[in-house]
């Protein structure tokens, strides 16, 4: 290609700024976009401000849909591929983003992220990641869901990242766009292309590419277009990719009463009778543990732990491969949602023990999954790649600190959405949980419309279930979570009790 031929995704991202659509996808960009850039106050007013002059001193910012983008959060601290002394590749025994702070927003009040393309709802998705971007961007923040004002001292950040696969799939190019129109020099990594590079890493080219996210993800086919550039580029052959929509699995995790914990008027996972994620083969292939289950009537079933949602969808996802007649077995898998690191051990035993099953065809033995999975799968979690994206750019830009002193955040900070206040009772379930039909009935459009409040990560706001999962699974994140709670001024008024601790 001649070298002063401007690239066909350079000349769409040009476009989408200069004519407010997303040239890549073909839609117009979310309204929000221009009414932040407008607005002088409110909610989702942008302060330019914040983003004269340096920017090195700010924090990183981190957003996903729920707690699960915490696993990308304990990579980028972990990550140690460079030498911090000169930027080049190579571990030095020292942490590469060691004198970085983070601040880090999870909208748990609105996920799972991934059910709103399955329910028609793309645009209030794409507005709904946009506005995750601006709370990073700004100051603004409640104290609390009951404060009677909302806050305004939180740190504005020099980066974002989306740990959100849903939200990279569907609003990357938005965000992207965006911060363009608004001219705000913020550099923005997503969790999509980072994942499909991880998987040729891990796998050499070789075997199929499995994908295990949410619906959202899943439909948006942006792992697998990520996969076939990725391997293009390295100037091999793409390999065959399956994708598995993960229904309810996401929810589970954090304890979403609609997929676990609750009765059937509720419930909206795999089942008998769902037709978008039916049991269809008897109990003991999907090696569903008893403890997990709920037989509701004489017949149907109702998945009620985490592990046997993963059995559900491992086999599905195996199924639906061997309904290919697949000349290749499956060497890598991708955990397409961030919520699903915290449990690659039970993916593991998932398909380790759909490859060794027997089962009983004509009156033999047969195992009828072996050739279809390689000996050993390669989990891939996109965090690590993501990490070491930005690492790269932001040394590149001269926006790595020097000393942990000099950034304006003492502390790393962590926020949560919880549902506003004056949200009427009738559209609540659960406590102060959105009803499912109330969270994915709404639309786009009501631009000054605060749904949610985000507030800082205390005891009071994140779930005791929520609480263990990152304190057991995710310790260094555990130990700035509580540092959050003990020293920052952001949660200077919460009492001693609703601390975590």
Sequence with gaps: MNKYQPCKACLAFVLSV???????????????????????????????AAYEGDLSRLPIGVFDSGVGGLTVLDALIALDEFDNSTGEAGPDGVADFEHERFIYLGDQANMPYGNYPAEGKTGFLRELVVKDALFLLGRRYWQSREAESPSFDKPPVKAIVIACNTATAYGYDDVR????????????????????????????????VAVMATVGTCSSEGYVRAVENTWRAAELAPPPVVQQGCLGLAGAIEGDRSYIGAGPEFYKGPSRQNPAARIERPADYYGFKREGLVLVGDSSLMLNSVENYVRYHVLTLVENYAATSPAIPIEGVILGCTHFPFY??????AFARLRDLEVEVGGSLVRPYRELLAERIEFIDPARDTATELYIELNRRGLLLGSAGDCVAGTDEFYISVTSPETPAAR??????????????????????????????????????????????????????????????????????????
């Design 18 to 48: 200069l004519l407010g659509f997303n040239a890549l996808t073909g839609a117009e960009l979310p309204a929000i976009v221009t009414y932040a850039g407008k607005a002088a106050e409110g909610p989702f007013a942008l302060e330019r």
């Design 177 to 208: 766009a965006a911060l363009e129109q608004w001219g705000v020099p913020v550099y923005l990594v997503g969790v999509v292309s980072a994942g499909a590079k991880g998987a040729l890493a891990a796998t050499g080219g070789d075997g199929a």
């Design 344 to 349: 690659t051990e039970m993916f593991d035993e």
């Design 428 to 501: 609540l379930e659960g406590g102060n949980a959105f009803s499912y039909v109330y969270k994915y009935g709404r639309s786009p459009g009501r631009l000054d419309a605060e749904y949610v409040r985000r507030v800082p990560m205390t005891a009071r706001s994140l779930s005791a279930e929520s609480a263990v999962m990152v304190r057991d699974k995710l310790p260094s994140i555990w130990l700035r979570l509580v540092r959050f709670n003990s020293a920052s001024p952001r949660v200077a008024g919460t009492a001693a009790a609703d601390r975590l601790n």
